[in-house]
């Protein structure tokens, strides 16, 4: 099959040039859809919008024409790939375009999405402070990126791993579908055998200094990612969570990874929003009394995560065990405010209530801590309600994950959703 001027085989280039054509400097994604008109996103991550291309209307005849090209052109072009071919859905590297087809039986409408990444930077183009720059070079070696989908973290991973290659450092990704805009010395792997876990005991051998693996979604990529952080691998993991903390959580849902092993298998989270690093949290473990605890008892004193802002220092947030859960705790304030006196407090309806969970294959638990004892909270999946319980004596809501509230809230929770709470009217 020969090629045109372009590199596109001949009898597809036409459905190609179709595709391309809905791209301008500006857009970063283009959907087409049967029996709507073309749609883009138009701008950048943080700050963009959806507009309609033009009112003509698609059928599935022409979308599957553009579909076909898509997928005999990623077939034998050395620079293409497919990713995912299954009844009704597949994703397809075709160059620098990162493209996903769906179709009957997985959707009940003809779906063709296209994303092209229109920014593409250095770490230095972020104006990071010495500071954590020092940390990034030298001390970071287990690093979790977080944002929400669009905000720029993919961007940012891959100008770490450019950072990192330039200063010597043998780098590799784990990608499902391999997207990042890398440099020709970065092999960026995928899958082998369906498996990451498979992949990853290959890249072992290969003996890489940092791998950035993106993205984290699945138990066994948290596993893998952890996995090589205990061999010594430098690890960057990108997820997607709406605050570093919510990412962290998302560490210890299910047990994915030992309490007691969070430090050294993350140690720093960066958190993207609108395209810029908008926080850094750095982890350490003590054993001690939490804050909040009050009193001096020996026998309470137990391993305690320690999340601290980066930059100041401050305490924000505590790990541990408590009742056989693992917890998050908000810490407020410079001192240890003791349950008592958190109790004492009562809360207004619409007042938002700190809130961490954790679940067992019986029961999901809300902690929110004994200030909010008694108190009805309404609960919600980024910003979607999802309940309202009762917080207990203890600080705790205990729901069984067989009932409808407690299902809704683990597949919430494994989707990487925010969970929020405020006092209910």
């Known amino acids: 099959m020969r090629k045109n001027d372009d590199g596109i085989y001949e009898g597809y280039s036409e459905y190609i040039s179709k595709l391309e054509a809905f791209f301008d400097e500006h857009t970063m ?24 291309l033009s009112d003509r209307i698609l059928t599935y005849e022409e979308l599957n024409a553009i579909a076909e090209a898509i997928l005999e052109t990623a077939r034998y072009d050395s620079e293409s790939f497919i990713e995912i071919e299954e009844d009704g859905a597949s994703v397809v590297q075709l160059r620098n375009l990162r493209i996903a087809i769906a179709m009957r039986p997985f959707a ?27 940390r990034l070079e030298s001390r970071a070696e287990g690093i979790l990126i977080s944002g929400s989908p669009g905000s720029g973290k993919s961007t940012f991973a891959a ?30 792997y995928a899958p082998l055998d369906n498996s990451m876990e498979k992949a990853a005991d290959v890249l072992l051998l290969v003996r890489p200094d940092y791998v950035v693996y993106d993205e984290l979604r699945k138990n066994a990529d948290f596993q893998a990612y952890s996995d090589l952080r205990s061999a ?13 903390i919510d990412a962290l959580q998302r560490l210890i849902l299910g ?9 050294s298998t993350v140690d720093t989270v960066v958190h993207i929003e609108d395209g810029r690093v908008a926080k850094v949290s750095s982890l350490s473990l003590k054993v001690r009394l939490p804050t909040g605890f009050g009193g001096t ?14 930059e100041r220092g401050a305490l924000e947030f505590e790990m541990f065990s408590f009742g056989g859960e693992k917890v998050v705790v908000p810490v407020r304030g410079t001192g240890a405010v003791s349950f008592r006196r958190e109790q004492e407090r009562r809360g207004k309806p619409g007042e938002s209530v700190p809130v961490s969970v954790s679940y067992s294959k019986k029961k999901v638990t809300l902690y929110a801590g004994r200030k909010y004892a008694k108190q009805r909270v309404e609960i919600f999946a980024d910003d979607m309600y999802l309940l309202t319980t009762v917080i207990g004596r203890n600080g705790e809501s205990s729901i069984r994950i067989k009932t409808r509230q407690g299902s809704s809230l683990v597949d919430a929770l494994e989707e990487g959703a925010r969970i929020t709470a405020k006092i209910a009217e």
């Open 29 to 52: 994604s283009v959907h087409l859809i049967e029996k709507n008109p073309p749609r883009a996103k138009r701008g950048q991550p943080g700050n963009w919008e959806l507009v309609d």
């Open 108 to 134: 009940d409408k003809m779906e063709i999405s296209a994303i092209r990444p229109i920014v593409k930077l250095n770490l230095e183009d972020y104006g990071l402070g010495e500071k954590l720059m020092n």
């Open 159 to 188: 100008a770490l791993a450019e950072f990192y290659s330039r200063k010597g450092n043998v780098v590799k990704t784990l990608e499902q579908p391999r997207d990042l805009q890398v440099e020709e010395s970065i092999v960026q």
């Open 232 to 244: 010594g691998v430098g690890m960057v993991g990108v997820v997607h969570a709406g605050s570093a």
């Open 255 to 263: 047990g994915r990874v030992e309490l007691g092993q969070i430090p």
């Open 297 to 310: 008892q020996r026998d309470l004193a137990r391993p305690v995560v320690e999340v601290r802002d980066f």
